[in-house]
């Protein structure tokens, strides 16, 4: 009862009344068009012919869209339009809830790690890779937000569309992986700063600090080239090293696609066109030398 | 609770100084970069005596004579250029060899731009390599040139010899990968896990800024920070100054890998380390090192972390020749050839074991090809020892106690 009552001085009755204000709208509108089209005029014969299929043209648009608006109106329309409005903030909700998931796994995930920052300091030892840090972020995306790009594309534009999306797409992956591999060569930094920690407190314990500060630094690029060393062998390092080579070179491709797309509209010759003209004259050349050489 | 001993009168007191020396030492640093520098490179004079695409053959003629019957040809890598062989008067491999009398050929890969995409080891080895010894074969009037290659530049060269042994009379390796199975340097890892088609398919050639990145990340302490650090704490020397831009200038002035070259290199050799184990094909022939049955020199560096004694040092064990000798010298990658030290005792070295070689050979026409000459009946009664360099000098050349390294010979027993 109540929400029938809502419904009377709510939404429902409001979409009414503005599909029925549009049919009438619409209605005058075709009315008027066609009255115009009858008043006596002075045009010559030509004139009045092609200035008549305008009117009649208008005429037609017009009635279209009153009988678009009077269908609008009936009952069962506004149903529908009221139940997709109502599917609407569904939708929303649906999208921001898997937005302020992914936010607070992201949350959840640097808290973890933020409780090892006090952990102690392994030198030359990245056996125990935060692993959770440096794959959070390509995690989201690939679970969240990727799939939006790979909505299937329709009509005379589907192609130019997919490979816009390809190139958004390989570009949001590309950043993900380098923002992990730019994490990940962070970390020696942190660890020998860490280590030189260590190595200062126990030689001011023993009252041999140096006073020299480039002695402070030889230590301190000596331990940083060694953490270094010991990241660049570990198998997590080559493995991200491989993940983005791969992922710049699948953005690269996916741009360039979309570069010859625009170019093909313009009188210049596309890579792909240059790329298929050096094969030619590459093999040709070669045909050349190869006969030159049997003489 | 400890108390800790800090000096920090000392600490302060040395700050001041340090403030001080860095104050007197930028206003000399900037009369230093202000003024006219010399940091150009290769100024050994050349005529270049062939061409071909963008491949130039450069021929360097000694001053006092030609005291060597068998011309050499340099081929480096195709990754940065042979200019590292001239740096600078006084600090040059290629003055060098003049100043020993041979008569040296070194070949110039130029840049390689999109349209040399396609060009695969098969163009490099067979064609433009194999051009340019019949260009000095024919141009000196001799049957074979002795060889020597630098880096990727010696994995060609080795892969030349063993197609085309007749053309060759000695060879010298330095730097040179052959057996890539080996975790030791970080590139042979790295280089496992690569999706080379992918790069390649999308790029075409490997681009020489991407190539330095990844070789300043090889040691990022050092070359991206510390090296800096010394430029800035030296920069009042005008002589250290012109030395580090010529190394920079040197350095980053890379020509791009052309793509297939890339593709093959990797997939073949990092990849595949087919070389050491004859399965490697180039231009539909395998590679059957057995057949590389010229005098062989391998040289390499103790302390190179991109091409480590591990990818070197197997290669005199798999070739045909009855006449190897590997050298290990207490330095890294580059150090062979541009530190004052190596190149004292590296190049005369060299000089030396061609010359010992240096017999006279027949006058042929170059066209003619000459049958190679058969594996040593002696192969197996060869003897492989490390013996103190000293007591193996050969006439002709500097005594070898200089070379600081270690010396392993095989010859005939």
Same mark, same amino acid.
């Given at each position: 009862m109540g929400e029938?009552?809502?419904?009377?001085?709510?939404?429902?009755?409001?979409?009414?009344?503005?599909?029925? $204000? #549009?049919?009438?709208?619409?209605?005058?509108? *075709?009315? =008027? &068009?066609? !009255? %115009?089209?009858?008043?006596?005029?002075?045009?010559?014969?030509?004139?009045?012919?092609?200035?008549?299929?305008h009117l009649d043209a208008m005429g037609k648009a017009l009635k279209n869209w009153q009988t678009l608006a009077a269908a609008?109106?009936?009952?069962?329309?506004?149903?529908?339009?009221?139940?997709?409005?109502? $599917? #609407?903030?569904?939708?929303?909700?649906?999208? *921001?809830? =898997? &937005?302020? !998931? %992914?936010?607070?796994?992201?949350?959840?995930?640097?808290?973890?790690?933020?409780?090892?920052?006090?952990?102690?300091?392994?030198?030359?030892?990245?056996?125990n890779i935060d692993e959770n840090l440096f794959h959070v972020w390509t995690d989201i995306y690939e679970k969240e937000f990727r799939q939006f790009f790979r909505i299937p594309q329709l009509g005379l534009t589907r192609t130019y569309q997919e490979k816009l999306n390809a190139a958004a797409d390989t570009f949001n992956r590309f950043q993900s992986t380098y923002t992990e591999f730019l994490r990940m060569l962070v970390l020696p930094f942190n660890r020998s700063l860490a280590v030189m920690q260590d190595q200062m407190g126990e030689l001011a314990e023993k009252g041999e600090l140096p006073e020299d500060s480039q002695v402070v630094y030889r230590m301190w690029i000596k331990v940083l080239e060694g953490h270094f060393m010991t990241l660049f062998q570990t198998p997590e390092y080559v493995e991200i090293l491989g993940k983005t080579i791969t992922a710049l070179a699948d953005y690269s491709h996916a741009k360039d696609a979309v570069v010859e797309d625009m170019l093909h509209s313009l009188p210049v010759a596309t890579r792909t066109e240059l790329d298929e003209l050096a094969r030619e004259v590459y093999e040709l050349k070669k045909c050349i030398r190869k006969l030159e050489k049997r003489k | 609770m400890t108390q800790f001993k800090i000096p920090v009168d000392l600490i302060v007191s040395k700050l001041a100084e340090d403030a001080e020396r860095v104050q007197n030492r930028a206003k000399k640093a900037s009369e230093v970069l202000l003024s006219d520098l010399d940091a150009k490179l290769a100024q050994t004079?050349?005529?270049?005596?062939?061409?071909?695409?963008?491949?130039?053959?450069?021929?360097?003629?000694?001053?006092?004579?030609?005291?060597?019957?068998?011309?050499?040809?340099?081929?480096y890598a195709l990754i940065n250029r042979e200019t590292m062989l001239d740096l600078q008067p006084g600090r040059s491999v290629v003055e060098r060899f003049l100043e020993a009398g041979i008569d040296l050929y070194m070949i110039d890969w130029g840049y390689p731009t999109r349209k040399d995409r396609f060009q695969g080891l098969d163009d490099h080895i067979n064609g433009y390599m194999d051009n340019v010894v019949d260009v000095i074969r024919k141009s000196t009037g001799v049957a074979q040139v002795n060889l020597m290659g630098i880096c990727m530049g010696g994995t060609f060269s080795v892969i030349y010899s063993a197609l085309h042994p007749e053309k060759i009379k000695n060879l010298v390796t330095t730097v040179t990968p052959t057996a890539f199975d080996t975790r030791k340097g970080l590139l042979h890892v790295w280089m496992k896990h690569l999706d080379v088609d992918r790069v390649v398919d999308t790029y075409g050639n490997l681009s020489a800024d991407i190539m330095n990145f990844g070789f300043l990340l090889l040691n990022p302490a050092r070359l991206m920070i510390d090296k800096y650090v010394g430029f800035m704490e030296n920069m009042d020397n005008k002589t250290f100054v012109e030395n580090f831009l010529r190394m920079e200038t040197w350095i980053f002035d890379s020509p791009d890998l052309p793509g297939e070259v890339f593709r093959q290199f990797i997939k073949d050799c990092y990849q595949g380390n087919k070389l050491i184990r004859n399965q490697l094909e180039v231009g539909g022939q395998r590679v059957d090192l057995k057949k590389l049955t010229m005098p062989l020199l391998n040289i390499y560096g103790r302390f190179d972390h991109l091409v480590p004694p591990e990818a070197c040092e197997q290669l005199t064990r798999h070739v045909g020749s009855a006449d190897t000798e590997d050298i290990c010298l207490d330095t890294g990658h580059i150090g062979i050839y541009v530190s004052s030290k190596y190149q004292r005792e590296f190049a005369p070295k060299i000089a030396g074991w061609l010359k010992e070689r240096d017999q006279i050979p027949k006058k042929q026409s170059p066209r003619k090809k000459t049958k190679a000459a058969p594996p040593s009946a002696g192969l197996k009664k060869t003897v492989q020892k490390t013996k103190p360099v000293k007591k193996n000098t050969p006439a002709g050349a500097k005594p070898e106690s200089s070379v600081s390294g270690t010396v392993t010979r095989k010859t005939n027993g």
């Open positions: 029938k009552k809502e419904n009377a001085f709510g939404f429902e009755s409001m979409v009414a009344t503005w599909t029925d $204000a #549009m049919n009438a709208f619409w209605g005058s509108l *075709a009315g =008027s &068009a066609a !009255s %115009s089209a009858e008043k006596p005029g002075t045009p010559p014969e030509t004139e009045k012919q092609a200035s008549s299929s609008m109106s009936a009952p069962a329309s506004v149903g529908s339009l009221l139940k997709s409005a109502g $599917a #609407m903030p569904e939708l929303l909700a649906q999208f *921001a809830q =898997s &937005a302020m !998931s %992914s936010f607070l796994e992201l949350q959840r995930k640097a808290a973890e790690s933020a409780g090892r920052i006090g952990a102690s300091v392994e030198a030359y030892r990245f056996e | 004079p050349y005529d270049i005596v062939y061409r071909e695409d963008r491949v130039t053959l450069k021929h360097y003629r000694p001053e006092n004579g030609i005291r060597y019957k068998t011309p050499l040809l340099v081929v």
